[in-house]
């Protein structure tokens, strides 16, 4: 049972005991609390203290008045003392207990408790059973009138049969559901249900579960005493007693009215016999209502297809002829049926004419061939197919088409064969036009002498064989690869700027140096521009190569300070000479003179002025010979070549860089006799300068006694080689092959220009000869320079060939 205490006490060994006895209790001290509780909870019993009605016994019955019929009342009293039990008695309590609550007491009272509520219900029921049974078929006769003039329309139906059976049982809410698959759907909901209108549940898991299962109506008179009804989901509605009635369909069920109530006990045996009389009736007229519902929507959707089909063929018929295309339709005996307005304007055909009219009647012979041997393969093979073709107007003009084929079949199912052509001639001349276009760009670019590189803004997907030899690389290294890749590393954040995607890249020329196979830099002026290539936006990029250019700015430079170099030592030598000639002349007097003086001085007293005379004298004849070599040097310009002995070159070369090569090696001369060679006096004092102060910078200074700088001179084979080999450091196999290039230095920013042994070797070649260079790291260098003698030359003349370094060295 369910027990209300409406006490002040809490009494927690009471409710323990009833609760242990298997009795729901329930706790509220507040009586108006307590009203509101049992407008909404079903209670058995009641459970009110006896001190509290002493005071006041009103509220009891206002608690009565709320309560459902056949509500019990326990008195609780502490004692049995008659004063003590007196105000139980007067409010007439149906049983009572005193304190301390023995539990066997406690289960006598209780069990007497639910003896009388059991009595009750069989009371309630045989006062039920024995109304007029005359009344209910009344009642159901009524409800038949009721449903069956709501005509045919289901959901007018389904809304009569929850109204009349809300009246029938006095429900407070009522809904009905229709069964599709598994999925309950309310169409119907009224009363304390309304909101679950639309709702949809899974069937077997639902408050009307086991009525559908069993197919039997089902009367709950209670949900929380009863275990076929989902005791969770009817507290979540607030139902206490329920009527669920399933509606079939001959043996189907095809759904289900719930009654319900949020007080138990609220239906009874007449109300479960009169819907269960009703149950098959009512399946009965859902069924009827259900079927006209789906034949008025069958009828619907025919006219709405009918409507829509109408529509389809107008629309169809108003699209084509205002398509571009030109279409017809012809039978397999190749008479049109059908043809588009287009079709028809561009043939100048009216509709009546298009079965009579023939293909050679429109077109020349060849192309009515053609045209009908292309439909036969169509109808041969039922496989649609797309072709290009010239067919010309009736004027003769020549107009291109893109026709489609494809098979059809009307109604009777006779094979069909539709055509639709677009005009591409516009498109068609335009392609011919873009070839043209761009097989001349193609040749422009690949006969171009400029190396083009084409790029997305990724990797390369064009050069032009101009690009291959300024890279000195093959193709299938180049294409697919990126222009950064060979752009020298200094100046590729310049380059991505330059070389962005197409349409992003900085406009304009700009300088960059590239490295080629060979690791040579080279300088080239870039330009790009944005334009469609192979179809796509693409960037042309053109690279016109500097390097000649740059080289010859760069001897042009070089000639000129050499001419101002000469002309300044020319110079010097000239005004140094002047003095000099006095100097030399004024110590030779003075010598004359002491010699005339010496017989009148003692013996011994001029031997000290006689020497500084000598050593002034050995001074001067110094100065003489640089004077001589700053001559020689200045002599530079002269290009005529002349007979020149290399040995006195060397030598006014050694005395210029003196002061270079005393603080870091010995000179160590292996000279032997050499004929004289045809040359520039000048130009050759130029190369062995620059070699002796290559020699010398490639050894560190500090320790001269332990480095030497051989100069070796000697003849073979009717030419000199002269040898300048150091004990420095040395050159690396990897930079062997590129000392001879312009601007390539290993020195100092600041110690070299990479210009020196580019300059010597084109002076050496410049008369006829050749230089070399023998290195090992850490071993020392040695260059070997091989000069035709002056007879051989002079008799061979100038373009005579040379014998290779190795071959003379070998022989020598």
Same mark, same amino acid.
């Given at each position: 049972?369910?027990?209300?205490?409406?006490?002040?006490?809490?009494?927690?060994?009471?409710?323990?005991?009833?609760?242990?006895?298997?009795?729901?209790?329930?706790?509220?001290?507040?009586?108006?609390?307590?009203?509101?509780?049992?407008?909404?909870?079903?209670? !058995?019993?009641?459970?009110?203290?006896?001190?509290?009605?002493?005071?006041?016994?009103?509220?009891?019955?206002?608690?009565?008045?709320?309560?459902?019929?056949?509500?019990?009342?326990?008195?609780?009293?502490?004692?049995?003392?008659?004063?003590?039990?007196?105000?139980?008695?007067? +409010?007439?309590?149906? !049983?009572?207990?005193?304190?301390?609550?023995?539990?066997?007491?406690?289960?006598?009272?209780?069990?007497?408790?639910?003896?009388?509520?059991?009595?009750?219900?069989?009371?309630?029921? *045989?006062?039920?059973?024995?109304?007029?049974?005359?009344?209910?078929?009344?009642?159901?006769?009524?409800?038949?009138?009721?449903?069956?003039?709501?005509?045919?329309?289901?959901?007018?139906?389904?809304?009569?049969? %929850?109204?009349?059976?809300?009246?029938? %049982?006095?429900?407070?809410?009522?809904?009905?559901?229709?069964?599709?698959?598994?999925?309950?759907?309310?169409?119907?909901?009224?009363?304390?249900?309304?909101?679950? #209108?639309?709702?949809?549940?899974?069937?077997?898991?639902?408050?009307?579960?086991?009525?559908?299962?069993?197919?039997?109506?089902?009367?709950?008179?209670?949900?929380?005493?009863?275990?076929?009804?989902?005791? !969770?989901?009817?507290?979540? *509605?607030?139902?206490? #007693?329920?009527?669920?009635?399933?509606?079939?369909?001959?043996?189907?069920?095809?759904?289900?009215?719930?009654?319900?109530?949020?007080?138990?006990?609220?239906?009874?045996?007449?109300?479960?016999?009169?819907?269960?009389?009703?149950?098959?009736?009512?399946?009965?007229?859902?069924?009827?209502?259900?079927?006209?519902?789906?034949?008025?929507?069958?009828?619907?959707? =025919?006219?709405?297809?009918?409507?829509?089909?109408?529509?389809?063929?107008?629309?169809?018929? #108003?699209?084509?002829?205002?398509?571009?295309?030109?279409?017809?339709?012809?039978?397999?005996?190749?008479?049109?049926?059908?043809?588009?307005?287009?079709?028809?304007?561009?043939?100048?055909?009216?509709?009546? @004419?298009?079965?009579?009219?023939?293909?050679?009647?429109?077109?020349?012979?060849?192309?009515?061939?053609?045209?009908?041997?292309?439909?036969?393969?169509?109808?041969?093979?039922?496989?649609?197919?797309?072709?290009?073709?010239?067919?010309?107007?009736?004027? /003769?003009? !020549?107009?291109?088409?893109?026709?489609?084929?494809?098979?059809?079949?009307?109604?009777?199912?006779?094979?069909?064969?539709?055509?639709?052509?677009?005009?591409?001639?516009?498109?068609?001349?335009?392609?011919?036009?873009?070839?043209?276009?761009?097989?001349?760009?193609?040749?422009?670019?690949?006969?171009?002498?400029?190396?083009?590189?084409?790029?997305?803004?990724?990797?390369?997907?064009?050069?032009?064989?101009?690009?291959?030899?300024?890279?000195?690389?093959?193709?299938?290294?180049? @294409?697919?690869?990126?222009? *950064?890749?060979?752009? =020298?590393?200094?100046?590729?954040?310049?380059?991505?700027?330059?070389?962005?995607?197409?349409?992003?890249?900085?406009?304009?020329?700009?300088?960059?140096?590239?490295?080629?196979?060979?690791?040579?830099?080279?300088?080239?002026?870039?330009?790009?521009?944005?334009?469609?290539?192979?179809?796509?936006?693409?960037?042309?990029?053109?690279?016109?190569?500097?390097?000649?250019?740059?080289?010859?700015?760069?001897?042009?430079?070089?000639?000129?300070?050499?001419?101002?170099?000469?002309?300044?030592?020319? $110079?010097? +030598? =000239?005004?140094?000479?002047?003095?000099?000639?006095?100097?030399?002349?004024?110590?030779?007097?003075?010598?004359?003179?002491?010699?005339?003086?010496?017989?009148?001085?003692?013996?011994?007293?001029?031997?000290?002025? @006689?020497?500084?005379?000598?050593?002034?004298?050995?001074?001067?004849?110094?100065?003489?010979?640089?004077?001589?070599?700053?001559?020689?040097?200045?002599?530079?310009?002269?290009?005529?070549?002349?007979?020149?002995?290399?040995?006195?070159?060397?030598?006014?070369?050694?005395?210029?860089?003196?002061?270079?090569?005393?603080?870091?090696?010995?000179?160590?001369?292996?000279?032997?006799?050499?004929?004289?060679?045809? /040359?520039?006096?000048?130009?050759?004092?130029?190369?062995?300068?620059?070699?002796?102060?290559?020699?010398?910078?490639?050894?560190?200074? $500090?320790?001269?006694?332990?480095? @030497?700088?051989?100069?070796?001179?000697?003849?073979?084979?009717? =030419?000199?080689?002269?040898?300048?080999?150091?004990?420095?450091?040395?050159?690396?196999?990897?930079?062997?092959?590129?000392?001879?290039?312009?601007?390539?230095?290993?020195?100092?920013?600041?110690?070299?220009?990479?210009?020196?042994?580019?300059?010597?070797?084109?002076?050496?070649?410049?008369?006829? /000869?050749?230089?070399?260079?023998?290195?090992?790291?850490?071993?020392?260098?040695?260059?070997?320079?091989?000069?035709?003698?002056?007879?051989?030359?002079?008799?061979?003349?100038?373009?005579?060939?040379?014998?290779?370094?190795?071959?003379?060295?070998?022989?020598?």
């Amino acid at each position: 049972m369910r027990i209300l205490l409406v006490t002040i006490g809490a009494y927690p060994e009471l409710i323990e005991e009833m609760t242990r006895l298997g009795h729901h209790v329930l706790f509220e001290p507040e009586p108006m609390a307590a009203g509101r509780l049992l407008a909404t909870e079903c209670v !058995e019993v009641l459970a009110v203290e006896a001190s509290r009605l002493s005071r006041d016994a009103q509220w009891l019955e206002s608690l009565r008045a709320c309560a459902a019929p056949g509500t019990l009342v326990l008195g609780l009293a502490p004692s049995l003392e008659e004063a003590m039990l007196a105000p139980l008695l007067a +409010a007439g309590v149906d !049983e009572f207990l005193a304190a301390p609550f023995p539990p066997a007491e406690v289960r006598t009272r209780l069990g007497l408790l639910a003896h009388r509520r059991a009595a009750f219900a069989r009371q309630q029921a *045989l006062g039920a059973s024995s109304r007029n049974e005359l009344s209910r078929m009344a009642d159901v006769i009524q409800i038949q009138r009721d449903i069956m003039q709501a005509g045919l329309d289901l959901q007018r139906v389904m809304e009569r049969i %929850c109204e009349q059976a809300r009246a029938l %049982c006095e429900a407070e809410g009522v809904s009905l559901g229709l069964l599709e698959a598994n999925t309950l759907r309310y169409r119907v909901s009224l009363g304390s249900l309304e909101a679950f #209108s639309g709702y949809q549940l899974q069937a077997d898991t639902s408050l009307a579960g086991p009525s559908l299962l069993s197919g039997e109506v089902l009367l709950i008179h209670d949900t929380e005493a009863d275990t076929r009804v989902n005791r !969770e989901g009817s507290r979540r *509605l607030g139902i206490r #007693s329920m009527i669920t009635v399933p509606l079939k369909a001959g043996e189907h069920v095809a759904g289900v009215l719930n009654i319900v109530s949020s007080r138990p006990q609220a239906f009874g045996e007449r109300s479960r016999r009169t819907l269960e009389l009703l149950a098959v009736m009512l399946g009965a007229a859902m069924a009827n209502a259900s079927e006209y519902e789906a034949k008025q929507k069958l009828v619907a959707e =025919h006219g709405a297809a009918l409507a829509a089909l109408q529509d389809t063929q107008q629309m169809f018929t #108003s699209f084509m002829d205002n398509s571009p295309a030109l279409a017809f339709v012809r039978d397999a005996e190749g008479r049109r049926v059908w043809a588009n307005e287009p079709y028809r304007r561009f043939y100048k055909l009216g509709m009546a @004419e298009l079965r009579n009219v023939t293909d050679e009647d429109l077109m020349p012979p060849d192309v009515a061939r053609q045209m009908r041997q292309k439909d036969l393969e169509v109808l041969e093979t039922g496989l649609p197919s797309v072709t290009e073709s010239m067919v010309p107007s009736l004027d /003769g003009k !020549e107009f291109h088409w893109i026709t489609y084929r494809f098979i059809l079949r009307d109604k009777a199912g006779q094979t069909l064969l539709a055509h639709a052509a677009l005009d591409i001639t516009e498109h068609t001349q335009a392609e011919v036009a873009l070839r043209h276009s761009e097989e001349s760009f193609r040749s422009l670019i690949e006969r171009s002498p400029e190396a083009i590189f084409v790029h997305r803004g990724g990797p390369l997907v064009y050069v032009n064989p101009s690009a291959l030899v300024f890279l000195k690389q093959p193709a299938s290294r180049v @294409e697919g690869a990126s222009l *950064l890749d060979f752009v =020298h590393p200094e100046d590729r954040a310049l380059a991505q700027g330059m070389l962005g995607p197409p349409g992003r890249g900085q406009s304009g020329a700009r300088e960059l140096r590239f490295l080629n196979a060979n690791g040579r830099v080279l300088t080239a002026e870039v330009s790009f521009l944005n334009l469609v290539f192979l179809g796509e936006p693409a960037t042309v990029i053109s690279a016109r190569d500097l390097t000649e250019r740059r080289q010859m700015q760069t001897r042009l430079v070089l000639s000129d300070r050499l001419v101002a170099m000469g002309t300044l030592a020319a $110079g010097v +030598a =000239h005004e140094i000479n002047n003095p000099l000639a006095f100097v030399v002349s004024n110590l030779d007097f003075m010598a004359a003179e002491l010699q005339a003086v010496a017989r009148e001085l003692p013996p011994g007293r001029l031997t000290e002025v @006689e020497e500084v005379l000598r050593e002034a004298s050995m001074g001067t004849s110094r100065m003489r010979q640089i004077v001589g070599d700053l001559k020689m040097l200045s002599r530079a310009d002269d290009e005529a070549p002349a007979p020149v002995n290399l040995k006195h070159v060397i030598e006014s070369a050694l005395t210029i860089a003196r002061a270079e090569l005393r603080p870091r090696a010995q000179v160590v001369r292996d000279y032997s006799d050499i004929p004289l060679v045809e /040359g520039s006096e000048g130009r050759f004092a130029q190369v062995f300068l620059n070699l002796f102060i290559n020699a010398a910078q490639a050894i560190a200074p $500090g320790q001269p006694e332990n480095n @030497e700088i051989r100069i070796t001179l000697r003849s073979a084979q009717e =030419h000199v080689i002269v040898e300048v080999k150091d004990t420095g450091g040395g050159i690396p196999a990897d930079l062997r092959a590129r000392i001879f290039d312009p601007f390539f230095t290993t020195k100092p920013v600041g110690e070299g220009t990479g210009l020196g042994l580019f300059v010597c070797q084109g002076i050496v070649t410049r008369f006829g /000869g050749e230089i070399s260079v023998d290195s090992q790291a850490g071993q020392g260098t040695t260059f070997r320079l091989i000069f035709p003698a002056e007879r051989t030359r002079r008799e061979t003349g100038a373009q005579s060939s040379l014998p290779r370094c190795g071959s003379l060295a070998s022989s020598a």
